[in-house]
Nanobody, 124 residues
Framework: QVQLAESGGGLVQAGGSLKLSCVIT????????IGWFRQAPGKGRELVAT????????WHADSVRGRFTISRDNAKNTVYLNMNSLKPDDTARYYCAATHALSQATMPNQYTYWGQGTQVTVSS
């Protein structure tokens, strides 16, 4: 059994920063990748960034590249999403999820385990 738990969301003004954390418990495989998704009201879940535990290889969506950075601390079984220069369009509930896919997984149905999410609200 694998469990994910997000934290770090909150209310921030445009241009501000937040750091989200995703703690992974239970057994995982070395090839596991963690993805950060976000979902705004009336929209589907959008993949924001991914990282692989074994090699640290990362991917970031065009909409956040240069502003958000995904990272990991394997010793703590934790994945982070550092968010800088936040915009109102970043407002969403943010979820972390785990996949065993060998290639880059971009669709929510490719991720087996999900956290409950943490709300990020960016004011103008």
């Amino acid at each position: 059994q694998v469990q994910l738990a997000e934290s770090g969301g909150g209310l921030v003004q445009a241009g501000g920063s937040l750091k989200l954390s995703c703690v992974i418990t239970g057994r995982t495989y070395t090839g596991t990748a963690i993805g950060w998704f976000r979902q705004a009201p009336g929209k589907g879940r959008e993949l924001v960034a991914t990282i692989r535990f074994n090699n640290g290889n990362t991917w970031h969506a065009d909409s956040v590249r240069g502003r958000f950075t995904i990272s990991r601390d394997n010793a703590k079984n934790t994945v982070y999403l550092n968010m800088n220069s936040l915009k109102p369009d970043d407002t969403a509930r943010y979820y972390c999820a785990a996949t065993h896919a060998l290639s880059q997984a971009t669709m929510p149905n490719q991720y087996t385990y999900w956290g409950q999410g943490t709300q990020v609200t960016v004011s103008s």
